[in-house]
């Protein structure tokens, strides 16, 4: 884990960017190509945000985003580039033609990394504004400044982080919503028996996606590892179950909608979503950014339900801070 430093925060970057999710990366690599020095700070342990993955005794779970789909050129470009570099694969999934991270969801992100300077492990808890700089401190109460800030996290953190430095985006943030995920993961000494690999669930649930990890392109073998994701409805109505009942819920669930029978896992566990995918996101027609100019949002909420959003949606923040009167 990197933090930031006293020292570290005497260069002060032409943009700040917070979260190092999709948005928060395609916006920085936009803003390093339009030869602006670019710091990414993430509350997170790992880079990616909802492209996540875990792995735990020996298991990998890929427990957000299951796969993607890239139509708009600039999106195509940067998966294409990724499925040189081994990042991306092809999957033809759920009825669609999709691309998944290889080995795992979160080499993508990992992938959008190169060249930026990106900590994790920072939680920023409150922003100001002092002249032409942006003041950020975070939860240990260090300060960060910059000269420009966006602003990626989920739309109920963007909203309270931004509702007295920049009112117009936090009002934003506030007309978009979520559904949650409960995501079910569990691990299994032995190898599942023969199935049908395509994934499992629709949206009327309980089970709305689930599949075997080993069943993914470029995916081991050798991880005897089940990962079951929740419909929104149900989701929703469990929301504040214990994680422990939720994981026994979705693997009966599981069992009954893909017919298939298995042994106890021995490693069995749930990971609650607050905010998994957009329901509504905000106006298209808003501005992205600040009356003074120097702020801006990006993530999802900004255009829809997908990671490709979250991309178009960082690339769109550069865009209009970089145009923007300050
Ligand atoms: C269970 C699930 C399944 C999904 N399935 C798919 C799918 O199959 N296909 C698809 O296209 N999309 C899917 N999505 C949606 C997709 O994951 C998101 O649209 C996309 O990843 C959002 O990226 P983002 O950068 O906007 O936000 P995030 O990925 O949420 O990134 C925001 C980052 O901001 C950080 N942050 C927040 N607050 C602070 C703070 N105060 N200080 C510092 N850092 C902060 C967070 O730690 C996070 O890393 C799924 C999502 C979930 C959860």
Same mark, same amino acid.
């Given at each position: 884990m990197t933090t930031s430093s006293d020292t570290a925060d005497l260069v002060i970057p032409d943009l700040m960017v917070i979260g190092s999710g999709i948005a928060g990366l395609a916006a920085a690599q936009a803003a390093m190509s339009a030869g602006m020095s670019v710091m990414v700070i993430d509350k997170g342990r790992r880079i990616?945000?909802? &492209? +996540?993955?875990?792995? =735990?005794?020996?298991?990998?779970?890929?427990?957000? *985003?299951?796969?993607?789909?890239? @139509?708009?050129?600039?999106? &195509? +470009?940067?998966?294409? =580039?990724?499925?040189?570099?081994?990042?991306?694969? *092809?999957?033809?999934?759920?009825? @669609?033609?999709?691309?998944?991270?290889?080995?795992?969801?979160?080499?993508?992100?990992?992938?959008?990394?190169?060249?930026?300077?990106?900590?994790?492990?920072?939680?920023?808890?409150?922003?100001?504004?002092?002249?032409?700089?942006?003041?950020?401190?975070?939860?240990?109460?260090?300060?960060?400044?910059?000269?420009?800030?966006?602003?990626?996290?989920?739309?109920?953190?963007?909203q309270r982080l931004l509702a007295n430095v920049a009112p117009n985006l936090s009002a934003l943030a506030c007309s978009a919503s979520y559904a949650p995920c409960w995501t079910g993961m569990y691990g299994f000494s032995d190898a599942p028996p023969p199935h049908d690999p395509a994934p499992v669930g629709d949206d009327a649930g309980p089970v709305g996606f689930a599949l075997w990890e080993a069943d993914r392109p470029g995916a081991p073998a050798a991880n005897h590892a089940l990962t079951v994701q929740a419909a929104p409805g149900w989701s929703q109505q469990h929301l504040k179950d214990d994680a422990g009942d939720v994981a026994d819920a979705l693997l009966a669930a599981w069992q009954e909608a893909s017919g298939q029978t298995i042994g106890t896992p021995?490693?069995?566990?749930?990971?609650?979503?607050?905010?998994?995918?957009?329901?509504?996101?905000?106006?298209?027609?808003?501005?992205?950014?600040?009356?003074?100019?120097?702020?801006?949002?990006?993530?999802?909420?900004?255009?829809?339900?997908?990671?490709?959003?979250?991309?178009?949606?960082?690339?769109?923040?550069?865009?209009?801070?970089?145009?923007?009167?300050?």
């Open positions: 990616g945000g909802r &492209v +996540s993955t875990r792995r =735990a005794h020996g298991f990998t779970f890929n427990h957000g *985003a299951q796969f993607m789909t890239a @139509r708009s050129p600039e999106f &195509v +470009s940067l998966s294409t =580039a990724a499925i040189q570099n081994h990042a991306l694969a *092809a999957w033809h999934v759920a009825n @669609r033609d999709a691309l998944c991270g290889t080995p795992t969801m979160r080499d993508f992100p990992v992938y959008m990394q190169r060249g930026l300077d990106v900590r994790q492990g920072i939680e920023i808890t409150d922003i100001g504004r002092e002249h032409d700089h942006i003041i950020l401190t975070d939860k240990d109460g260090q300060t960060h400044m910059a000269r420009h800030l966006i602003v990626s996290a989920p739309a109920p953190q963007s021995v490693l069995k566990a749930a990971h609650r979503w607050r905010y998994a995918r957009v329901v509504t996101p905000a106006s298209d027609d808003a501005a992205v950014t600040s009356s003074c100019g120097r702020i801006a949002v990006a993530g999802d909420w900004l255009g829809g339900a997908r990671i490709e959003h979250a991309f178009l949606s960082g690339q769109r923040a550069v865009a209009a801070l970089t145009t923007a009167p300050n």
